[in-house]
């Protein structure tokens, strides 16, 4: 595929950056705040043929002028026609002047219509009221009498949502306002009064004044989401009709959260989706998974961003404020129009886009400070020195050894103990600020945001900052052309010390381990200096920065540039043009240097005691070097669509059709030097010439499709669809490039049938819904199908040249991993919608999975085997969710909501070892088993020795007093006890390492100003092991305080086995904790100030706010670890506290 860059957009997208820039400043300019300005301020509108009320609802927004009206003698339905498309304010009303004997009245911001009023000129009829910029409820008013006074508020949904359009009257007089783009209303009425709020698809509402001139109102749905939109693949689709299984996070539910990467935001919200977070490091992302793995090859979903597919890193890589929606398509039919990279769920976002009015602009700012969830407890000095002696004891080291603490010794570290990890501890800090303006005329909406994310460590020279920039501009350049462009840039920069032995893993296990088992015998400084006594390198001088840096810099740049057209001439038809432009650009930089360690003099009978008596001076060097690494990563998409929507009657028909063209490439140049002439230089020219390396690589990547789907729908009761992908890609030869996947759905809304309707009431709407469909995978290595050769240097005629020797074998007839997924689903609302429920059950059957059949080739076979397609596996599961609704009063609203996914898996076929014992093999078994050994029991008495057989041993070694003892259950040749305990013993000990069943828990409240959410986050049915298992008989390490408690003669009761020379560091059943826990995932506190108090300061809202993360382990059976963390060696996850302000203008 040759990539041809359209230049048609390139054009469309300068022209629309200056048709924006100008709008931006003539829209602007004519929003100003005095009153007089808003009569006189210009609308530009095609206003021929137009209803009152679009004609109010445009002024509205261009102005903020609020109409008040008596709706039994004023239709807003009444159509005039307006010749000119550029008239002020005052213009306009004096036409509907003449036109409908109308008359105007202005009270600040208000203007009261009335009827049956002289014709005449707007001068007579439209009265400016003295004082007009005061506040409208002042008594000084004219327009406000004895009798009456003017009531304003706000009108939102019970997630706090402003509600345009709500009809306000007062009950049993004529008046009417209606609630402007803020919800905002204003309207006359007597002191005792009751408004009635009315507003399609909500409950009506009826409120008592009270005398009181400010009055906020919270209207609950009668819909409860049937007509909410949901994004699904290349389009959208209403809730009530939708037939596949979508879970969604608005963006108003995460917009809060402190969370450096996106995907952290996502736990407990969503059914069927296992969010997990393995550790706490500044930046560090979470895990996403969508039901069961299918696979053993990559089963990361597939990410994309306003239409274009992305990568989890620019997933994470999105602020929540810029997110306006998250659909996660998780059945077969839902995905299957993204074809070959479908078959583990796709994940969709939808960024913020800008709405007609006027502008907005929104400050988020927060600062928060992170504690631990839990330090795994070491043991102290003393202890650490009695398990030393017990091990020494153990193996029979007469007492003599210098390797003995003494008893005066014991009794010095009985008072002197030195916890490295708490002397290098400190909390880390969050601070996020974001910056966002939104609105726009009828021609052209924006919306722009900013964002700053820094985070510190837990240790010095630890710390992620990102910034975020994204610009969403729509515009109408005709009546029937729209354009768009979306620009986007992130910036990440990540920086930690370097230590060599951390294999740059996120986790940074290996440092954070020498923290925790760093001897507590011996303090990090003595006199200032790093003490180097029985250590050989010292974590402090790492997180010091004295042995160089780690750090890397992520740009992405992404542009999106769209056309739209609705062809006049056949309504319903619309044509898109869409062109993406991605870029990505890594930077890598790794700088290790040497450093000094301070040797003392020791004391004591066995010299384990420091003094601070300077012996001698060691440097510890890991390879002086500087390392540097360059990637550089393009990608481009294309989207052609044709798409037709029609209603006839009861009949609606959808159609569409994608061309869609994406290409990729990339490229790797890293080099390395080492001796540099100075530490302060840290540039490649500063090292050796002589001991250089340099090297690079490159790929690339492409695919076409061919994308369908055709949509039946018959009086929203009976809808069916049916849709298909055609991909083609290079990973493939070109026999095997192309792949069909097709889906069905169907849809049947029983609540719609007159049987069902006219008889059972308290159900609101019941639909029915199945799909069934064919998707894939293709996430492996590309040109698999091609014979591979390597560079090589080899001796000819005594001689080194280089040449190349062939690779891997090749196969041509490698293709795509193919799954046939079914899902079947209910979806209820009860009790007037207050209550909804929804379940699905889904089976799968992946085939053809990518393999190299390597176990059932015999060892003497010298070539390494290609994949090819041969694997089996089938997986199920269920998923239920279910939310509740209530308003107490006109104050108080609450909702509570669950949801529970269970998944899990069958290996139907894999490659096996030929003549393999049957209970070794994976066949008919979930794929994620721990194998390991039954444990029976510590031997902790004579008795306990005396019972085991004549002969019996132990992984070779003859049973002792203290020992862990495991299960004989077979031998080399069948399944029978043979006296010892050997590989043949291990079996799967555990169905499952990851948890198949994820659920969540939210629920929250309104009052008043106030709101509280709370999100729960759960995962059961699953096994962990403590990965530690083995005691550190030496002076420079500890153990894990667990390890206090272990088996002696005086301690036959331990909860341990011995220490020393011992058999417990194998995997079994002794070292299983059920990996199940509850925690509260998520709190979210928020007050927003009185809109009176607010408004005196000239701004439109004022939020405070208090957002906790995983502030508390309600169910925990790990107890030495957190239950989440991938490691007790692992940075530990971290609670989150952050306080944080909004501000709207």
């Not at 399609?200 to 919270?218: A, H, M, N, S, Y």
């Not at 002197?416 to 009828?442: C, F, M, Q, Y």
């Not at 998944?903 to 390991?932: C, F, H």
């Not at 299960?967 to 198949?996: C, F, L, M, W």
Request: aromatic share 12%.
């Amino acid at each position: 595929m040759k990539k041809k860059l359209p230049k048609v957009l390139l054009v469309c997208a300068r022209c629309l950056i200056i048709y924006f820039l100008a709008e931006l400043v003539a829209f602007n300019t004519s929003s100003g705040k005095n009153v007089n300005a808003q009569t006189n301020s210009i609308i530009t509108a095609d206003l021929r043929n137009i209803s009152v009320r679009k004609l109010f609802s445009i002024i509205n927004q261009k102005t903020a002028i609020t109409f008040v009206f008596d709706a039994r003698s004023i239709n807003l339905d009444t159509v005039v026609r307006i010749n000119s498309h550029h008239l002020a304010v005052d213009n306009i009303l004096d036409s509907l002047s003449e036109k409908l004997n109308w008359s105007f009245k202005q009270l600040g911001n208000t203007i009261t219509v009335k009827t049956n009023m002289p014709k005449g000129a707007l001068q007579s009829n439209f009265q400016q009221a003295p004082g007009a910029l005061r506040n409208p409820a002042q008594p000084q008013e004219k327009a406000v009498t004895a009798d009456t006074f003017l009531v304003s508020g706000n009108v939102r949904d019970t997630l706090g949502t402003p509600l345009v359009g709500v009809t306000v009257q007062v009950k049993g007089a004529p008046g009417g306002a209606v609630t402007d783009k803020n919800g905002h209303y204003a309207i006359k009425a007597e002191p005792d009064a009751t408004l009635v709020f009315s507003y399609i698809g909500f409950d009506r509402r009826e409120t008592v004044l009270g005398g009181k001139p400010f009055l906020d109102v919270i209207l609950s749905s009668t819909l409860s989401g049937l007509n909410e939109i949901v994004v699904v693949g290349y389009g959208t689709e209403k809730k009530a009709t939708l037939a596949g299984a979508v879970a969604t996070v608005s963006g108003k539910e995460i917009k809060d959260l402190p969370v450096a990467n996106l995907s952290n935001a996502l736990a407990g919200r969503l059914p069927g989706v296992r969010i997990t977070q393995s550790g706490g490091k500044p930046g560090m992302a979470s895990s996403v998974s969508i039901r069961a793995a299918g696979t053993w090859n990559n089963t990361d979903p597939l990410y994309v961003i306003d239409g274009v597919v992305r990568d989890k890193f620019a997933f994470d890589a999105l602020d929540p404020s810029e997110v306006d929606n998250i659909s996660i398509l998780k059945d077969g039919a839902s995905a299957a129009v993204y074809g070959s990279r479908a078959a583990n769920g796709v994940v969709l976002v939808t960024t913020r886009v800008g709405r007609e009015g006027k502008a907005t602009i929104s400050y988020n700012g927060s600062i928060g400070v992170e504690k631990p969830i839990h330090i795994p407890e070491t043991q102290n000095a003393y202890h650490q020195a009695i398990t030393i002696n017990d091990a020494l004891r153990i193996d029979n080291v007469p007492t003599s050894d210098a390797r003995y603490y003494s008893p005066d010794e014991l009794d010095y570290f009985k008072t002197h103990n030195w916890n490295w990890i708490e002397d290098a501890w400190k909390n880390p800090v969050t601070t996020r600020h974001s910056l966002s303006v939104s609105g726009g005329s009828p021609k052209i909406r924006y919306f722009m945001n900013g964002t700053y994310f820094y985070a510190t460590g837990s240790f010095n020279k630890l710390d992620f900052r990102k910034n975020t920039l994204r610009a969403n501009v729509d515009a109408d350049i005709t009546s029937n052309l729209t354009a768009s462009l979306n620009v986007s840039m992130d910036v990440r920069n990540d920086q930690k010390p370097f230590w060599m032995y951390d294999n740059d893993g996120d986790n940074m296990q290996d440092l954070y381990k020498a923290f925790l088992f760093r001897t507590q015998t011996v303090p990090p400084y003595i006199n200032g200096r790093l003490n180097g006594t029985y250590v050989e390198w010292s974590p402090v001088a790492i997180t010091n920065g004295q042995t160089g840096y780690n750090k890397k810099k992520f740009v992405d740049y992404n542009t999106i540039a769209t056309l739209r057209y609705k062809a006049p001439f056949l309504p319903g038809l619309e044509l898109k043009l869409m062109f993406n432009k991605y870029s990505r650009n890594n930077f890598v930089k790794q700088f290790s240097l040497p450093y000094e360690l301070s040797v003392f003099k020791r004391r004591g009978e066995h010299n384990h005691i420091v003094t601070d008596e300077l012996e001698s001076v060691k440097v510890r060097d890991d390879g002086e070097f500087l390392y540097e690494s360059y990637d550089n990563q393009e990608a481009y998409q294309l989207d052609g669509y044709i798409s037709y929507h029609r209603s006839f009657g009861a009949h609606k028909l959808s159609a569409l059709l994608v061309y869609e063209q994406a290409e990729s490439k990339g490229d790797n140049f890293n080099a390395k030097r080492n001796n540099f002439i100075s530490p302060s230089i840290d540039q490649l020219f500063a090292g050796s010439a002589a001991s250089q390396f340099a090297n690079g690589s490159g790929w690339e990547d492409g695919r076409a499709s061919y994308i369908g789907r055709l949509n039946y729908n018959y009086a929203d009761k009976y809808i069916l669809e049916g849709a298909f992908r055609y991909d083609g890609s290079v990973k493939f030869a070109p026999s095997q490039r192309w792949g069909f996947f097709p889906s069905l759905s169907a849809v049947w809304r029983i609540s719609e049938e007159p049987f069902f309707r006219n008889n059972i009431s308290f159900v609101n709407d019941l639909k029915l819904r199945s799909t069934i469909a064919l998707i894939g995978n293709d996430a492996i290595g590309g040109w698999q199908w091609m014979q591979r050769y390597n560079i090589a240097n080899g001796a000819v005629l005594g001689s080194i040249t280089s040449g190349i020797a062939p690779g891997s074998l090749s196969n041509p007839n490698i293709t795509w991993e193919k799954s046939v997924s079914w899902n079947g689903g209910l979806d209820a609302y009860v009790l007037n919608n207050k209550l909804s429920f929804s379940a699905d059950i889904f089976r799968t059957h992946t085939y053809d999975i990518l393999g190299a059949r390597q176990k059932s080739v015999p060892s003497t076979f010298g070539a390494t085997l290609p994949a090819e397609n041969y694997g089996v596996i089938n997986s199920k599961g269920f998923e239920l969710s279910v939310k509740y609704n209530g308003v107490v009063n006109k104050n108080f609203g609450y909702y509570v909501s669950g949801n529970v996914g269970y998944a899990t898996n069958e290996v139907k076929v894999q490659d096996q070892p030929v003549n393999q014992r049957a209970y070794k093999s994976v066949l008919g078994y979930n794929m994620d088993r721990i194998w390991g050994y039954e444990a029976t029991g510590i031997i902790r008495t004579q008795a306990d020795l005396d019972a085991l057989p004549a002969g019996y041993t132990i992984f070779g070694q003859k049973p002792e007093l203290g020992m862990l003892n495991y299960r004989d259950t077979r031998g080399a040749v069948d399944d029978k006890p043979d006296g010892k305990i050997d590989e043949n013993d291990a079996q799967y000990i555990a169905s499952h390492n990851t948890p198949p069943v994820n659920y969540g828990i939210a629920m929250g409240c309104t009052w008043k100003g106030l709101s509280l959410d709370l999100v729960f986050q759960g995962l059961a049915g699953y096994k962990t092991m403590i990965d530690v298992r083995y005691v550190q008989a030496r002076t420079e390490e500890t153990n894990f305080a667990y390890w206090n408690d272990h088996w002696t003669p005086e301690n036959p009761n331990a909860a341990f086995p011995r220490a020393g020379r011992n058999t417990a560091d194998d995997a079994s059943t002794f070292w299983l904790r059920n990996g199940s826990f509850l925690r509260l995932k998520n709190v979210n506190l928020s007050y927003e100030l009185p809109r009176l108090l607010v408004k005196r300061s000239g701004l439109a809202a004022v939020r405070l706010f208090f957002t906790g993360t995983n502030l508390l382990l309600l169910e925990d059976h790990v107890k030495v670890r957190d239950p989440e963390a991938a490691s007790m060696r692992s940075y530990p996850l971290m609670k989150n506290y952050t306080f944080g302000l909004n501000i709207t203008l």
